[in-house]
C-alpha cells in the first residue's frame, strides 16, 4: 500500500493489515518529521499490535518515505523497499488537487510504470474550480478565518488534465465517481449545497488486469438515513 501526500493519515496505525503488507508513505521530508514527532509524543512509533491504539504503533510494516512527488520520487521509493513486482494499492487522498496540473499526468504516468497487473489507485481531483463563486463556501472560510490560509489560493487554475482517460488508455479500468455518488450509495454523508465547493471534488478509482472493487469503487456500505450537511 502506497499513500501519496500521507500527512497525518494513521490507517497504518488503525487498519486490520494483512501480515503481507507494507504500507509506504510518501510525503515532503518536513511534514513527516512533524509526523514522526507526533507518533513519539503518543507512543505511535512502537512495534506493537494493539488494535485501535495509536500508542501500540503500526498495524503493518509502515516505512516512510521522504519526498517531494512533483519530482523524482520512485528511487527513495524503491530504496524503501518498495518491490515493483508486487501489485500495490496506491491512494492520494487530497493531493493532486494541490499539484501542479502537469504533475497528475507524471504521476499517473509514473504509478503505471510501478504497477503489475493486481494493481489498484485511487485518487481525489477538483475540476473547474471557481474561486470567486467558492470564496464564501463555509469550509473555505473558516480556514481563512481561523488558520490564515486561502485554500483556494492553493489549487491550479485551469482545466484538469484527463488523467482518468490516459490511465484507461494504459489498460486501466476506470471509474470517475462525485462525493454525493457516496452519500446516495451509502445512505450518509454531504449533500449538494449552492456553490457547493465540494461539487468540483472528483474520485477516481482504477484497477489493472483486476476488477474495481465494489460497484465500481463504491464499497458495499450498511444502508443508513441520507443526513444533510455543507
Ligand atoms: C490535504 S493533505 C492530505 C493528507 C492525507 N492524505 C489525508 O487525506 O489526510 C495533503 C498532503 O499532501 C502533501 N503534499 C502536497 N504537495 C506535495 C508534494 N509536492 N510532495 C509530497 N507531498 C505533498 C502535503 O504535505 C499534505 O500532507
Not at 35 to 50: F, N, Q
Not at 206 to 213: D, M, N, R, V
Request: hydrophobic share 45%; net charge negative.
Amino acid at each position: 500500500m502506497v499513500l501519496l501526500g500521507a500527512g497525518l493519515d494513521t490507517r497504518a496505525h488503525r487498519l486490520p493489515w494483512p501480515d503481507c503488507c507494507t504500507v509506504f508513505e510518501v510525503d515532503r521530508p518536513e511534514v513527516l518529521a512533524f509526523k514522526r514527532s507526533v507518533l513519539v509524543g503518543v507512543g505511535g512509533l512502537r512495534g506493537v499490535d494493539a488494535p485501535g491504539s495509536l500508542g501500540g504503533g503500526p498495524r503493518a510494516e509502515r516505512l516512510a518515505v521522504p519526498a517531494d512527488l512533483r519530482d523524482e520520487w520512485t528511487a527513495s521509493l524503491v530504496a524503501a523497499a518498495f518491490a515493483p513486482e508486487r501489485p500495490t494499492a496506491w491512494l492520494a487522498e487530497g493531493l493532486v488537487l494541490y499539484l501542479p496540473l502537469a504533475s497528475e499526468l507524471d504521476l499517473v504516468s509514473v504509478i503505471h510504470a510501478h504497477s503489475p497487473p493486481g494493481s489498484m489507485l485511487a485518487y481525489e481531483i477538483k475540476q473547474d474550480v471557481d474561486p470567486a463563486r467558492q470564496r464564501d463556501f463555509p469550509v473555505y472560510a473558516a480556514v481563512r478565518e481561523r488558520l490564515g490560509i486561502d485554500l483556494l489560493s492553493l489549487f491550479s487554475p485551469g482545466p484538469r488534465p484527463d488523467s482518468a482517460g490516459e490511465l484507461a488508455s494504459r489498460g486501466w479500468s476506470t471509474a470517475v465517481h462525485t462525493p454525493f455518488d457516496f452519500t446516495r450509495h451509502d445512505g450518509r454523508g454531504p449533500l449538494p449545497a449552492p456553490d457547493d465547493a465540494l461539487a468540483a471534488n472528483r474520485w477516481i478509482f482504477a484497477a489493472l488486469g483486476t476488477e474495481l472493487p465494489g460497484d465500481q469503487g463504491l464499497c458495499p456500505a450498511p444502508a443508513r438515513p441520507v443526513s444533510g450537511s455543507a
